[in-house]
């Protein structure tokens, strides 16, 4: 059974970088499907960040392109966020999730249950 | 504001069926045929329990349904159940600079 943990900070100052880190137990993030992180702002809906496969593509939503990264540690099974430049409108609850794609993105099938980062000024 | 237009909030009794609207454009819904659908409960982790317009994962009963007419796409719940209360969301391929879009979510209450 795959499954996905996020952890990291659950403040982060304002101007400052947002760093959060997905573990997959379950499953080799090696062994295929993409691996992405979606948000939740306070009573909005989901935003897709971005999401990458081992040794193929990287993906970013344009209006977060600028200030995300997505890396991966293989040799711990994990994938981490990077979001620099924070505002109070990075507030939110953080996902990580396995995407299927093929010739696109066709959908997510596993999700973490989330962690609330909140912007502090 | 979302790219995908959903209503905020449907309700329903149970043995009911509602259905929930998720409208965008022909550069997502309606240029693509994936569409997917998740359900939502506060706490847990979002499920997804439509994809690809209307196939239904493993374990998803039938009761729920996804449909796709021009750039709307919808998602029909049947006989509602109170554990059926939950947000759902609709996601689409936008393709290959948008890439990811999603609906504003909208809550379902089982009266």
């Known amino acids: 059974q795959v499954q996905l943990q996020e952890s990291g900070p659950g403040l982060v100052k304002s101007s400052e970088t947002l760093s959060l880190t997905c573990s997959v137990s379950?499953?080799?993030?090696?062994?295929?499907?993409?691996w992405g992180w979606i948000r939740q702002p306070p009573g909005k809906g989901l935003e897709w960040i971005g999401s990458?496969?081992?040794?193929?593509?990287?993906y970013y939503s344009p209006s977060l392109k600028s200030r995300v990264t997505i890396s991966v540690d293989m040799s711990k099974n994990q994938f981490s966020l990077r979001l620099t430049s924070v505002t109070a409108a990075d507030t939110a609850v953080y996902h990580c999730?396995?995407?299927?794609?093929?010739?696109?993105?066709?959908?997510?099938?596993?999700w973490g249950m989330g962690t609330t980062v909140t912007v502090s000024s | 504001q979302s790219a995908l237009t959903q209503p905020p909030s449907v309700s329903g009794s149970p043995g009911q069926s509602v259905t929930i609207s998720c409208t965008g454009t022909s550069s997502d819904v309606g240029g693509y045929k994936y569409v997917s659908w998740y359900q939502h409960h506060p706490g847990k982790a979002p499920k997804l329990i439509i994809y690809?317009?209307?196939k239904r994962p493993s374990g998803v009963p039938d009761r729920f349904s996804g449909s796709k007419s021009g750039n709307t796409a919808s998602l029909t719940i049947s006989g509602l159940q109170a554990a059926d209360e939950a947000d759902y969301s609709c996601c689409s391929f936008a393709g290959s600079y948008r890439y990811v879009v999603f609906g504003g979510g909208t809550k379902l209450t089982v009266l």
């Open positions: 990458f496969q081992h040794s193929s593509n990287t």
């Open positions: 999730a396995r995407e299927v794609h093929g010739y696109a993105f066709y959908y997510m099938d596993v």
């Open positions: 690809d317009v209307s």
């Open positions: 379950g499953y080799s993030i090696s062994s295929g499907y993409y």
